[in-house]
């Protein structure tokens, strides 16, 4: 079983920044990717942004240019520096990872694991 623990969440003014960072833990042979999705009141979840492994970003339209993930220094974590801030960011943000957990080749599965949610709210 993997399991996500994120970070990071709080309120900001609009313009400001905060990193979110999550970090997986747990019997992972390989990880395939890791990203951040957030889900505001009333709307579906949805990407914001999601690194691949070896290498390869995605982001939504909608943060491009403000938001950044990137691997963390701790094996298996990431965090997304968000910057400029801004009133529709406000959501709950959920990390995701992706891969094959399993302790040799022989014994893999595929997971995909969730982290708790961190909440996110940019208001005057």
């Known amino acids: 079983q993997v399991h996500l623990v994120e970070s990071g969440g709080g309120l900001v003014q609009p313009g400001g920044s905060l990193r979110l960072s999550c970090a997986a833990s747990?019997?992972?042979?390989?990880?395939?990717?890791m990203g951040w999705y957030r889900q505001a009141p009333g709307k579906q979840r949805e990407l914001v942004a999601i690194?691949?492994?070896?290498?390869?970003?995605n982001y939504a339209d909608s943060v491009k240019g403000r938001f950044t993930i990137a691997r963390a220094d701790a094996k298996n974590a990431v965090y997304l520096q968000m910057n400029d801030l801004q009133a529709e960011d406000t959501a709950v943000y959920y990390c995701?990872?992706?891969?094959?957990?399993?302790?040799?080749?022989?014994?893999?599965?595929?997971?995909?694991?969730w982290g708790q949610g961190t909440q996110v709210t940019v208001s005057s």
């Open positions: 995701n990872a992706r891969g094959n957990s399993g302790t040799d080749y022989y014994d893999q599965e595929r997971f995909e694991s």
């Open positions: 747990g019997s992972i042979y390989s990880m395939n990717s």
């Open positions: 690194l691949y492994s070896p290498r390869g970003t």
